[in-house]
């Protein structure tokens, strides 16, 4: 009997021991599916009561899945984010504080600003890397430069890069890293303070932008303009590696894609240069950290796999793996490995004068702004002063923002979200039509998957974003108070929103004539112009449509870009071509994206008018042929107002999605050059995910469907009259 | 001599609308190298097919492929189901709120997608839902543009057939499913595509709403292979050209049958 009590006792503890495993869920960025198979294999066999459940997200989008699930409390226990999202992150409140576990590891690793947040550290820096300058040997030696002796002064680059620039007509002595988010910032930052600059005081309470040092910096950066190639930094590396640029200040990325492009590439990386000599060289540094979630039942376990993680082995395994990163661990950079070849060298070594930008959760929206002072520099020819006051009063503006706190549970919005529903229903029973049957079984039936559909997956969000655009909703912390109508009177009053507007109504209205006039008119030609291959031309038309607009995006992106295939037409024609290129020209980047979309929607609207076409009867053609009309007369007589209802319906479908364009922009320019391309979507799209306000991006989304229903109602009106 | 101009003009067009592709295929096909150097070139010197082997070999595309087709077919065929349903019920039947259900229709056209995705997702979650078919099927089962586009065709159908059939003592159901259903062949037709390519090209809301590799589609599993080995044209190409390919042939396979539903179905009064 005893016997069998302690063999069910044996038995009991055993399944407990199982199901006590830990089951750690980490999402991340930086290693692919096969490093981390081998890293997780090996801690798994060290730690066999933890399992961990690895998860790859994307860097374009891998925050807006972090957030999402943040606020449907379904977030992992450890996921890594980049520096640059670490002090939005450390100030919520939702990480767990580990400042008592890494108390003894301060002074052995780098970069610990972005997880620091009144003293307290809430994550661990991972992999870490900077931008640092390259040069082309070869250049330097045809321009009479001396290949080991790299620019070190301010003095030193400009005539340096002159030299190069006076190589060629296609040869530029510096590359500036212009109309995009990160970059600009990035690459420029480094002279900013090296010339004795900073954004932000160092209580990170007001900015210091505004100073003599900022004019001095800006204006050796415009002299430089005159040597560079002014484009988007992913051009200017295909430039230097193409041996084009002589030098430029980059990432270590570059390792890998010059190695593959062009691997008899001579160059040298060197430090960032001085306005003098001997001065300390600082550079931007960013880099990859790794957090724990308060709300992790496995606390202890977690901060076992992240010591693991930043481990010496496994950051110099991943370093050596991806040649483009360095080991946060300050003893891993002594490893042989990072000394053994120029390269890890020259990255190494400015890694050791590397500053974060502050940690201020404004930070996200003040680099926004640089980049776009910047650009204003550059493209526009802004003068440098004015530029500089403008940003600063931007950035004060940034500052004053304040965040409101109180706390209202998902549980009470769906109540909430409920007692509306019923009231609208009542409501709608109320003033119900008396004289309407109520209809027979059958019609219900047929209207219920609609009715069911909309009640659960339309009518419960567009009410919880409806709430939450009447209040302040900080998606990290999932504080949220009641506000009244102030997001709406925010955003009406934001010039970023105007500008998002106008953007928006010139796309509009730039596209959707277009598309229209030319789907009609190819339609026409091709159902009634009787030319041979008829199928032949409605599948090549088509065609365009079925193509992902994702797709659609990237191919532009090379068909537009400097040295792409639209600009070689261009010159084989000697027609002008716009400087700098489509897609960064502050003036041809919206057209350019609105030519896209007219060329990718035409042959849908194709196929509905060919359909539409189809049901015109032919003997109205018939009769007007007897009564002598010719083809073009037959068109406006008969054709168009035969198609009224089609022409009603795609300007109508045209406009709304053209109104909503977002995929375009967020994967060809992100809103840039200087803003010149945001669109309302996303502008919501960054006040949600970028600034993490969802309740100001919930009252831009409801702004917008009010525009839209304003511009479909007119036009249904007015088209029903006209045509 | 019209008709050769015209001809003419036509082709000139079709080169516009083809160009770009054909510059993704011939990309595609171009060795790894000093792509600057290349860029002008639409035929590579060398064919290679090595970068599509480097795409199909950084994640199990066959099965984000199989996810994406399964996807497809599922919502394709229930908004010919349920969109027919409810469009036909909007068109024929008189009800109590007639009026205000359309206009939600035609509100759910009007939103942009951006403002439900956190609110969708918390629902989801709820639901149990997250990371499986369910989340990527059901809520796109009646889509309001289809619903709105079937009524507008269910309008202009001639009265007379369903009368007639009604008078045989044929039920509701096989009213809608044997004499509505075919003589609405062209604009299920117009739906079926539709929503197939949206289904297929979809991408926020699969990223969203699915965790693992056994789950992802094709989009997403495209979006993460960029992420990762960063920006060279070859590979991206090769992928881009690699996820269209699929769409692009089976509506070069189907071409003759969708366009004929869409003349053989015309009504002629």
């Not at chain 1, 020209?585 to 990718?600: F, N, R």
């Not at chain 2, 969109?83 to 759910?108: H, Q």
Request: charged fraction near 15%; proline fraction near 5%; glycine fraction near 6%.
């Amino acid at each position: 009997m005893k016997k069998n009590i302690f063999f069910f006792m044996f038995l009991f503890s055993s399944v407990s021991f199982v199901a006590l495993a830990a089951d750690l869920h980490v999402w991340q960025f930086s290693m692919d599916e096969e490093q981390s198979r081998f890293i997780v294999e090996r801690f798994e066999k060290e730690n066999p009561n933890i399992k961990i459940h690895l998860q790859q997200l994307s860097w374009d989008f891998g925050n807006d899945k972090i957030i999402t699930s943040m606020i449907a409390g379904n977030a992992p226990d450890i996921f890594e984010i980049g520096s640059t999202f670490g002090p939005h992150f450390s100030q919520s409140g939702v990480l767990r504080d580990l400042t008592e576990e890494v108390k003894d590891l301060k002074d052995k690793y780098l970069m610990w600003e972005p997880v620091t947040h009144e003293g307290k550290i809430y994550g661990m820096p991972w992999l870490v890397g900077t931008r640092f300058l390259f040069y082309n040997k070869v250049l330097f030696k045809r321009a009479g430069l001396d290949p080991h002796h790299p620019p070190k002064t301010w003095s030193e680059l400009l005539s340096a890069a002159e030299k190069i620039k006076n190589l060629g007509p296609d040869m530029y002595g510096y590359g500036i890293s212009v109309a995009e988010e990160f970059s600009p910032w990035q690459t420029f930052i480094p002279y900013l303070w090296n010339g004795g600059s900073d954004v932000l005081s160092l209580d990170l309470s007001q900015t210091i932008l505004n100073s003599r040092a900022t004019q001095n910096t800006l204006s050796f950066y415009r002299q430089l303009k005159s040597f560079s190639l002014l484009n988007r930094q992913e051009q200017i590396d295909q430039m230097f590696s193409a041996g084009k640029v002589g030098i430029m200040l980059s990432g270590a990325w570059n390792f890998k894609s010059i190695a593959k492009t062009n691997s008899l590439l001579e160059y040298g990386v060197t430090t960032v240069p001085t306005p003098e000599e001997h001065l300390p060289p600082y550079s931007f540094g960013g880099g990859e950290m790794l957090v724990i979630l308060k709300k992790s039942s496995y606390p202890k376990e977690a901060f076992t796999f992240v010591q693991y993680l930043t481990s010496k082995e496994v950051e110099i395994f991943l370093s050596k793996e991806q040649r483009n990163v360095l080991p946060s661990l300050k003893e891993a950079l002594n490893d042989p490995f990072f000394s053994s070849d120029f390269r890890m060298k020259g990255f190494s070594e400015q890694m050791r004068f590397t500053k974060t930008p502050p940690a201020h959760i404004g930070w996200i929206k003040m680099e926004r702004v640089l980049s776009s002072m910047i650009d204003q520099v550059m493209l526009q020819e802004e003068p440098i002063e004015k530029a500089i006051q403008k940003t600063s009063l931007d950035i004060d503006r940034i500052l004053q923002e304040t965040h409101e706190k109180g706390e209202i549970s998902d549980k009470k919005l769906t109540v909430w979200i409920l007692l509306l529903i019923v009231i609208l229903f009542l409501g709608c029973w109320f003033f119900r039509n008396r004289l309407e049957p109520i209809g027979a079984f059958s019609t219900w039936i047929f209207i219920s998957p609609w009715i069911l559909l909309f009640l659960i997956f339309s009518l419960y969000p567009l009410l919880y974003a409806f709430l939450i655009s009447f209040s302040s909703y900080h998606v990290l912390t999932s504080h949220l108070s009641f506000i009244g109508i102030r997001n709406y009177i925010e955003i009406l009053k934001d010039s970023e929103f105007r500008k998002a507007l106008y953007h928006t109504l010139f796309f509009a209205v730039g596209t959707v004539p277009f598309t229209l006039v030319i789907s009609i008119l190819l339609a026409t030609l091709i159902d009634h112009g009787k030319v041979p291959f008829k199928s032949l031309f409605q599948a090549g038309f088509f065609l365009p449509v079925v193509t992902s607009i994702i797709v659609i995006a990237t191919l532009f992106t090379y068909f537009y870009s400097e040295n792409g295939f639209l600009n070689f037409i261009l010159t084989t024609l000697y027609l002008p071509k716009p400087d700098p290129s489509w897609l960064i020209h502050k003036t041809w980047a919206l057209p350019a994206i609105m030519a896209m979309a007219v060329w990718s929607s035409s042959g849908y609207y194709l196929i509905l008018f060919l359909a539409a076409l189809q049901s015109i009867p032919q003997s109205l053609y018939e009769a007007s042929r007897l009564d002598g009309a010719n083809a073009v007369q037959q068109f406006f007589k008969i054709t168009l107002p035969q198609l009224k209802p089609m022409i009603l319906f795609v300007v109508v479908i045209n406009t709304i999605n053209s109104l909503q364009v977002f995929p375009e922009i967020f994967t060809m320019t992100k809103g840039g050059p200087a803003r010149s391309t945001t669109t309302i979507v996303y502008y919501l799209y960054e006040k949600g995910f970028s600034e993490f306000k969802m309740g100001e991006a919930s009252s831009v989304a409801y702004l917008l469907a009010l525009i839209i229903c304003a511009f479909s109602y007119f036009q249904m009106r007015l088209l029903r009259e006209k045509i | 001599m019209k008709k050769i101009i015209l001809f003419l003009f036509l082709c000139c067009l079709l080169v516009i609308s083809l160009f770009p592709l054909c510059l993704m295929f011939t990309t595609a096909f171009k060795p790894e190298g000093n792509l600057l150097m290349s860029m002008n070139e639409l035929f590579p010197k060398q064919w290679t097919v090595k970068n599509f082997k480097d795409v199909w070999a950084a994640g199990p595309f066959d099965q984000y492929f199989l996810n994406s087709v399964f996807v497809g077919i599922c919502v394709t065929l229930g908004n010919i189901i349920f969109s027919l349903m409810v469009a036909y019920a909007f068109a024929r039947r008189e009800f109590l709120g007639k009026k205000l259900f359309f206009g939600t229709v035609l509100l759910m056209m009007m939103i942009p997608a951006q403002t439900i995705m956190v609110p969708t997702f918390i629902l989801m979650k709820h639901f149990g839902w997250l990371n499986t078919y369910w989340a990527l099927i059901v809520p796109s089962l009646v889509l309001p543009f289809n619903v709105f586009l079937l009524k507008q065709y269910l309008h202009q159908l001639p009265l007379s057939l369903e009368e007639a059939a009604k008078l045989d003592g044929a039920s509701d159901f096989q009213i809608l499913f044997k004499i509505v259903m075919p003589l609405s062949k062209p604009a299920l037709a117009v739906v079926g595509i539709n929503t197939f390519l949206g289904a297929w090209n979809t991408f926020l809301y699969p990223f969203l709403l699915t965790n693992t590799t056994e789950m992802r589609t094709l989009p997403v599993g495209l979006a993460l292979y960029k992420g990762l080995h960063g920006v060279d044209w070859v590979h991206l190409m090769a992928g881009a050209a690699l996820s269209s390919a699929p769409v692009i042939l089976i509506f070069l396979v189907f071409q003759k049958m969708i366009i004929r539903g869409l003349t053989a179905g015309a009504i002629k009064e």
